[in-house]
Nanobody, 117 residues
Framework: QVQLVESGGGLVQAGGSLRLSCAASGRYPMGWFRQAPGKEREFVAAINWNGVRTNYADFVKGRFTISRDTAKNTVYLQMNSLKREDSAVYYC??????????????WGQGTQVTVSS
């Protein structure tokens, strides 16, 4: 199993920014998902093994950017122009480039993002 450790969540005002990090034990295609209270888990973004290709959910295009530092096996999610509806627990996952969560092999513990207004 891939070991994943997430960090970077916190409390931010609407319109602000946060950067999430996910340190992995190897070099894999990686994705970010989120889950709000009472809601199902939803896909946010993904990146291929070397950072050349990215995949975004429509609701974050133009606001969020996924990237990776291949040498450090770390994936980032830069979140700008945050909205209250972005509040959720954010999870990184390893093993797929696509939006189906069942295709991912390993999951991080989650990091809380709360956007106030």
């Amino acid at each position: 199993q891939v070991q994943l450790v997430e960090s970077g969540g916190g409390l931010v005002q609407a319109g602000g920014s946060l950067r999430l990090s996910c340190a992995a034990s190897g070099r894999y295609p990686m994705g970010w998902f989120r889950q709000a209270p009472g809601k199902e888990r939803e896909f946010v973004a993904a990146i291929n093994w070397n950072g050349v290709r990215t995949n975004y959910a429509d609701f974050v295009k133009g606001r969020f950017t996924i990237s990776r530092d291949t040498a450090k096996n770390t994936v980032y999610l830069q979140m700008n122009s945050l909205k209250r509806e972005d509040s959720a627990v954010y999870y990184c996952a390893a093993g797929s480039f696509y939006s189906d969560p069942s295709a991912y092999d390993s999951w991080g513990q989650g990091t809380q993002v709360t956007v106030s207004s």
